[in-house]
T-cell receptor
């Protein structure tokens, strides 16, 4: 089974600064999808950004971007110009096209934004 | 467009009881997945339903069962509750053509005493 590892249980960043959250995964598949989800205290998981493994270009969504290193099986999330509303748990997730829509999640990184 | 909704929000049960959690999928989505999220952990896949049939299952015992209805809403049933079943239960809906993204509901917090 695929495994997703987030080695940073907690991170903090000053407001307006940049922070990078790490994620690595283990797979023998060549085609798959990667996601970053945000879970605020309200508990509802919200999609932040996604990356298709066949695309070499790193995904970007406004202040959020990823550094996708397929050979290293690494998928980090960079948050630029951090805002107070970015404070949340962030989960990295892997989806295999071979297992339907099953997502494999990491254990999460709790991000604190310091005013 | 209506998002994914779940009921109830919170639930308290005692060990050995049975519980049913409900999920209404986002409009147009025909696939529903259920996840268990223990405190401080990432969500763990329980099972998925596609067009009313179970379409994949994680490492959960048979006392975790589900249903999907013609309107694509879904239920998660857990029998013989154990203390370790205390968790946030998340429902997520999806449609195969939408970049494989799953849309999550707000979850049901189950406490087993």
């Amino acid at each position: 089974a695929q495994t997703v590892t987030q080695s940073q249980p907690e991170m903090s960043v000053q407001e307006a600064e940049t922070v990078t959250l790490s994620c690595t995964y283990d797979t023998s598949e060549s085609d798959y999808y990667l996601f970053w989800y945000k879970q605020p205290p309200s508990r509802q998981m919200i999609l932040v950004i996604r990356q298709e493994a066949y695309k070499q270009q790193n995904a970007t969504e406004n202040r959020f971007s990823v550094n996708f290193q397929k050979a290293a099986k690494s998928f980090s999330l960079k948050i630029s110009d951090s805002q107070l509303g970015d404070a949340a748990m962030y989960f990295c997730a892997y989806r295999s096209p071979n297992t339907g829509n099953q997502f494999y999640f990491g254990t999460g990184t709790s991000l604190t934004v310091i005013p | 467009e209506t998002g994914v909704t779940q009921s109830p929000t919170h639930l308290i049960k005692t060990r050995g009881q049975q519980v049913t959690l409900r999920c209404s999928s986002q409009s147009g989505h025909n696939t529903v997945s259920w996840y268990q999220q223990a405190l401080g952990q990432g969500p763990q896949f329980i099972f998925q339903y596609y067009r009313e049939e179970e379409n994949g299952r994680g490492n959960f015992p048979p006392r975790f069962s589900g249903l999907q209805f013609p309107n694509y809403s879904s239920e998660l049933n857990v029998n013989a509750l154990e203390l370790d079943d205390s968790a946030l239960y998340l429902c997520a809906s999806s449609f195969p053509s939408t970049y494989n993204e799953q849309f999550f509901g707000p979850g049901t917090r189950l406490t087993v005493l």
